[in-house]
């Protein structure tokens, strides 16, 4: 026995007890399955001593010794607290495939013991042998409460995600989960865990099919659309889904909310506005969807009515107080509270600036007490002093940041970068960006900003250099596609080349309005007005962003219609009337609004 000891001891520790702690959250999904009666302890005044030599042996260190005997003891007298024993020695020991061991013995000792059951499971899971987890699975899963089956289901998909074969985990559900597909009650749930499971192990056109056959099943349930969430952006049929569950009178203000966030993450403000305000015209009361309408509100360039959402919100949170956190929120209330306060407080900072109100904006930043947010602030305060004029104050703010860590120094450096790209400084920007990439070796989104920058200085070979050595580290970086295809579009170079890249960004990351604004443009260059119409109209419509509105006015100035053009265009000024793409294009055109 002393070699087992020795052995377990000598390994180095890892991270099985955390593992096993993670798959504890079966334990809670399995909350109300049946407990199990403890039994009157049959010891006997043998194994009174054979337990105490064990706890001896675990005592000198000898743990594989003191595992042996307790194991022995529970297999002959067939007690759950001894085999509950032996699987706390060999975790305390570091040894999971002890620990499984005992926990078979258990089970096989008692077969209905559903602590047992649950201890291999977790095992099983933490040791990551997803292929020996069948049996267990079905077993709990026929055992479980009927009331209490659906949100076991539900569960499986995150219990079985850390597995190192996705598509072994799908087809164990898909086996696993066929008898409760046939089910009423349990019908939506497995094919919503089918779905999000295949969707893990890269199959999303699978993804797509169940959550189409769930949300036939029960149009009501919110769960096929939170899976076509998550299938957004790369499946574009996926938002059909969505919508189509949010038509419904009762649909749950989560789920309308967390559209929002993905198509904020695509870049539609426009119709994640809609969505939002759906949310606060029903549901006053609720805090959180103000914050997001005054950030969407901003991102459109409209501060006026973003001041008004962030005012409404930080009025709730005060009248509220910590029950004013998004429910879900992973930290404790108060601090969810503040973390929104502060963030109301830079949004509002940065609404006073877009109305030239520089005190105003000063005075926000100078309420917010947040070591976390300090570069943020710093940021705002430097851009500040800059549109005052004292440049050379603005960057001593972001010069005496600290950087303890490199990551510190890397968010300073970037704190500075969009600081002079705030203020098109491009030669500065382009220069700071060189020493950049020079200390933080291949970062492919130093690399993109440096190109960025290099297209400013009209330095286009560098730009195409640059990014291609974006593409070569991370060929799914679909800016650098699409920045390369624009650039190459906006020149009249190689226009089928330019087109090939952006529909390959579009692929990426479908949807995405610049996208489709620049595939609009290249479709424009190769002389198909029409379609370059229908493109910038669909950008357009997701995200009325200035540039976007300067192609589509001057495809509909090309087309003769030339009021909607000058309609389009005067929007768009009166947003930003200092762009300089709209600026040049009313220019080389010869336009009077």
């Given at each position: ?41 049959t010891m006997d005044a043998q194994l009174l001593y054979q ?303 877009q109305r030239g109100d520089m005190a105003q904006a000063e ?231």
């Amino acid at each position: 026995m002393a070699g087992l000891a020795s052995r377990w001891f000598r390994r180095p520790p890892h991270a099985l007890l955390r593992r096993v702690a993670v798959a504890a959250v079966l334990g809670a999904t399995c909350a109300a399955h049946a407990q199990e009666v403890p039994q009157p302890s049959t010891m006997d005044a043998q194994l009174l001593y054979q337990v105490l030599v064990a706890e001896m042996e675990l005592r000198s260190g000898r743990a594989g010794d003191a595992y042996q005997i307790i194991l022995d003891a529970a297999r002959r007298t067939r007690d759950e607290g001894l085999f509950r024993r032996s699987v706390e020695i060999a975790l305390q020991a570091r040894a999971g495939d002890q620990a499984l061991q005992a926990t078979r013995a258990w089970r096989q000792a008692q077969p209905q013991s559903g602590e047992a059951l649950r201890f291999e499971l977790q095992l099983l899971l933490a040791l990551h042998r997803g292929n020996e987890v069948a049996e267990p699975l079905r077993t709990l899963l026929e055992r479980s409460p009927e009331a209490e089956r659906p949100a076991l289901i539900g569960a499986l998909p995150r219990l079985l995600q850390r597995q190192d074969e996705p598509r072994q985990t799908a087809q164990l559900l898909e086996a696993l989960l066929k008898p409760y597909v046939a089910r009423p009650d349990t019908r939506t749930v497995s094919r919503v865990a089918q779905g999000s499971a295949w969707l893990s192990a890269g199959d999303a056109q699978r993804a797509l099919e169940l959550a189409r056959q769930a949300a036939a099943d029960d149009p009501a349930s919110p769960a096929p659309a939170l899976l076509a969430l998550d299938l957004l952006p790369r499946q574009v049929a996926a938002d059909e889904l969505v919508r189509r569950y949010l038509e419904q009178p009762n649909a749950e203000p989560a789920v309308r909310l967390a559209y929002a966030r993905t198509l904020s993450n695509m870049q539609r403000y426009g119709d994640a506005v809609q969505q939002v305000e759906q949310v606060t015209q029903s549901r006053p009361e609720l805090a959180p969807p103000w914050l997001m309408l005054g950030a969407l509100r901003l991102e459109l360039r409209e501060p006026a009515r973003a001041e008004a959402a962030l005012q409404s919100y930080l009025k709730l949170v005060r009248e509220q107080g910590a029950s004013a956190s998004e429910e879900g929120e992973a930290e404790p209330p108060d601090e969810a509270r503040q973390r929104g306060i502060t963030q109301a407080q830079l949004l509002l900072a940065q609404a006073a600036e877009q109305r030239g109100d520089m005190a105003q904006a000063e005075r926000w930043l100078a309420g917010i007490d947040d070591p976390q947010r300090l570069v943020e602030v710093q940021a705002r305060r430097a851009l500040l002093l800059a549109h005052q004029g004292r440049v050379d104050e603005g960057r001593a703010l972001l010069h005496a940041l600290p950087e303890r860590t490199e990551e510190e120094a890397r968010t300073k450096l970037m704190a500075e970068v969009q600081w002079l790209r705030e203020l098109k400084r491009w030669p500065e920007t382009y220069k700071l960006l060189a020493r950049a990439n020079e200390r933080f070796s291949a970062d492919s989104d130093l690399l993109y900003e440096q190109a960025m920058a290099a297209e400013k200085l009209d330095r286009l070979d560098e730009m195409e250099k640059l990014l291609r050595q974006v593409i070569a580290l991370k060929p799914d970086h679909q800016h650098a596609y699409n920045a390369l295809g624009y650039s190459l579009a906006e020149r009249g170079q190689r226009l089928n080349e330019a087109r090939e890249l952006i529909v390959k960004a579009l692929e990426m990351a479908p949807g995405d309005p610049f996208i489709i604004d620049s595939l609009g443009w290249v479709e424009f260059r190769l002389g198909r007005n029409e379609e370059a119409l229908r493109l910038l109209q669909q950008a357009y419509a997701a995200r009325p962003d200035i540039e976007i509105a300067a192609h589509l006015g001057e495809v509909l100035w090309t087309l003769g219609r030339r009021d909607e053009a000058r309609r389009v265009w005067r929007e768009a000024r009166g947003r930003d009337g200092a762009n300089e793409l709209l600026r040049s294009t009313l220019a080389r055109l010869k336009v009077d609004l």
